[in-house]
């Protein structure tokens, strides 16, 4: 099978959007899809980005004026053929989505566009094949609505990333898994594992909210007023283009790289179209200064009450410090904290941390002080040196090849367990010098429990504003599981049929229909059911 001369050339379009007005963010969406010739068909997904939302956290989320201008433009320029128009997400781990979406201001633009929406921690997850060269493992899950989605639309918000360094449509994807998946993988491979969720399908369209921009990190970011609007038809040359207006070479950042060189787009500016009514320059003159995040964990906690050491994760061969994992997760962790009360780092007990096979003396500037190895494959042996003497302590090492872990049986624990077994963990540990937190990774969640717990702070899960809606919705987030447990749905469905998949672009090597990497010398063998929305074939 040959591939026509059909190929598009990828789009960006760069927009002015002086604030959150849906009217204007409407017609601007609008404009772009008639450029872009789109026009949403059968089942249509949107898929935001709100990891987190709430009045502590106005800028980790894509914005819900954004959403709804997004919603009246793909209502505006459908012509009949779409048969649902749905908002979907998983929100940040162990939080309930509704929550999130509550806080987020979402369930009035449902009732307001008349559209469907999944929480996707609420429905099944389907098992996806994967047979790419490079990939970590035979198969992944997702939620059942992204598996039948025919037309994608990719909404992310703007931001720094301390594990990723940003955070635009590729790293979105994290949100099309619930936790239990989301987990695997996500240590020092996560920029693999962003490149394997791509074969899980492709957007035809993509709108980032960088009205406000958030800069250094992804949960409590800063805010970066950029008025912008970027919309796109490939995610490698979307995610390229918005890293040079920062000022960086995507090929330096890892995940957008890798997507690169699977050919899911182009990472070189000259094989982009890029329009607007703000042009490339411009738009880069705006994000001038904007912060990224990727820093060392070391580096991000000197002069403050925490002390931090690291070494490498497990396969050296990879990389020297596990960028996706439990080092980026206390970055967030304190930040959140830091959020509900200002004087964090005044009345913090000092306490140190440590992270992969760190081997270089470990020292303490108290004796009171603690030492909390974070995650399985910390390791250490030696005296811990206090102002009073050494703690002999020796840390093996629980890390298990992920070979050994398998997405079918994979299981994950909600808060309260997570909870129990820290204020356990922390009670049975209380007169030892060293413990550890165990988990690959260990989750913001878990961090933020045990820095608030050992360094006597505010506990974000029972600051007052949050707690009574937090547990309606955890309590409305498990009863609704339960009740299509009762009904016998399946909360994982393995092997799900390809004649049951949407028509938004997915399968292997089916990316090539829509473009061709320079130099691509085989002609690939891709399945006619899999090109269906937007492929040219002959
Ligand atoms: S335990 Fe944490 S630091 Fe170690 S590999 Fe896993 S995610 Fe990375």
Redesign the pocket.
């Known amino acids: 099978m040959t591939i026509s001369t059909a190929i598009q050339r990828p789009k960006v379009i760069i927009r002015h959007c002086e604030s959150y007005d849906p009217e204007v963010i409407r017609g601007i969406i609008r404009e772009s899809m008639e450029e872009l010739d789109l026009r949403p068909s059968g089942r249509t997904l949107v898929k935001p980005n709100v990891v987190i939302a709430d009045k502590l956290f106005p800028h980790a989320y894509t914005r819900s004026e954004f959403a709804d201008g997004v919603l009246a433009a793909l209502r505006d320029r459908d012509d009949g053929q779409m048969t649902e128009l749905a908002v979907g997400e998983r929100c940040g781990i162990t939080m309930p989505t509704r929550f999130a979406f509550k806080n987020a201001g979402y369930p009035a633009l449902f009732r307001k566009h008349n559209t469907a929406h999944y929480h996707f921690d609420e429905v099944s997850q389907v098992e996806v094949p994967l047979t790419h060269p490079g990939r970590l493992r035979d198969y992944v899950y997702t939620p059942e609505p992204v598996a039948r989605a025919d037309f994608f639309v990719n909404l992310p918000k703007f931001k720094a990333h301390p594990w990723t360094t940003v955070t635009f449509s590729l790293k979105n994807y994290i949100g099309i898994q619930d936790d239990r998946h989301r987990l695997i993988d ?3 491979r996560l920029n693999d594992k962003i490149g394997d969720l791509q074969e899980i399908l492709q957007p035809q369209l993509i709108a980032i909210d960088a009205i406000v921009a958030g800069q250094d990190r992804m949960l409590t970011p800063i805010p970066f007023d950029m008025k912008l609007i970027i919309i796109g038809n490939n995610q490698v040359a979307f995610d390229a283009t918005c890293s040079r207006m920062i000022g960086l070479d995507p090929r330096q950042i890892d995940h957008i790289r890798i997507c690169g060189e699977r050919g899911y787009g182009p990472l070189d500016f000259e094989d982009v179209d890029v329009t607007g009514d703000v042009t490339f320059d411009e738009a880069k003159a705006r994000a001038q200064g904007f912060r990224t995040g990727l820093i060392r964990v070391e580096k991000y906690f000197e002069g403050t009450k925490i002390q931090a050491y690291a070494g490498p ?2 396969e050296e061969e990879y990389t020297d410090y ?1 960028w ?4 980026g ?1 206390i970055e967030e962790a304190i930040e959140i904290i830091r959020n509900i009360d200002d004087d964090t780092d005044e009345r913090m007990e000092p306490m140190t941390v440590v ?2 096979a760190y081997d270089g003396p470990i020292e303490t500037r108290t004796d009171k002080e603690r030492v909390l190895f ?5 390791k250490w042996r030696g005296d811990i040196q206090t102002p009073s003497g050494g703690h002999f302590v020796s840390m093996e090492s629980l ?1 298990k090849e992920r070979v050994h872990l398998d997405p079918r049986r994979s299981a994950f624990s909600g808060i309260y367990k997570k909870m129990g077994k820290a204020y356990w963990n922390l009670f049975r540990r209380r007169k030892e010098k060293a413990m550890r937190l165990t ?4 989750s913001v969640a878990e961090q933020v429990l045990y820095i608030a717990e050992m360094g006597k702070t505010a506990n974000p899960y029972f600051a007052p504003d949050m707690i009574i809606g937090f547990n309606i919705s955890y309590v409305a987030w498990k009863v609704v599981i339960w009740f299509r447990r009762l009904f016998g749905r399946k909360y994982q469905i393995e092997r799900f049929p390809e004649s049951e998949r949407g028509n938004a672009l997915h399968g292997p090597k089916a990316y090539l229909a829509r473009y061709r990497p320079p130099n691509t010398i085989e002609t690939p063998d891709i399945e006619p059911g899999h090109l269906s929305a937007q492929g040219d074939l002959s």
């Open positions: 996500h240590d020092h994760p497990p596990c996706g994992g439990c080092p997760a992270f992969g974070i995650g399985d494959c910390a890390y988990g690959c990774p260990v």
